[in-house]
């Protein structure tokens, strides 16, 4: 069971840049994922890490996201660039496949 710890979100306007962490604890986080959920609208996977490094996007954010691991592999990071207001939603850590529990995610909000 990993449990994690999401921050970084905030508002930004149309064409900016956040940085989100995650900070991982517990076992099992060899591959990991960001998910996003709007209002109204399914959790989706947007990026994902393997321990090697290897990485995959959802096809909304290639070219504009970049999904990372520090050093220690336990934190994971999610860079933003090229915000849309498309992209407004809780941002969620998590390994992938995903577990059954979920931290309290991350707001981020585009809008002018």
């Known amino acids: 069971q990993v449990q994690v710890v999401e921050f970084g979100g905030g508002l930004v306007q149309p064409g900016g840049s956040l940085r989100l962490s995650c900070i991982a604890s517990?076992?099992?986080?060899?591959?990991m994922g960001w998910y996003r959920q709007a209002p109204g609208k399914q959790r989706e996977l947007v990026a994902r890490?393997?321990?090697?490094?290897?990485?995959n996007y959802a096809d909304s954010v290639k070219g504009r996201f970049t999904i990372s691991r520090g050093n220690t592999k336990n934190t994971v990071y999610l860079q933003m660039n090229s915000l849309k207001p498309e992209d407004t939603a809780v941002y969620y850590c998590?390994?992938?496949?995903?577990?059954?529990?979920w931290g309290q995610g991350t707001q981020v909000t585009v809008s002018s």
């Open positions: 998590n390994t992938n496949p995903p577990g059954s529990s």
């Open positions: 517990g076992s099992g986080f060899s591959r």
């Open positions: 890490i393997t321990w090697d490094g290897s990485t």
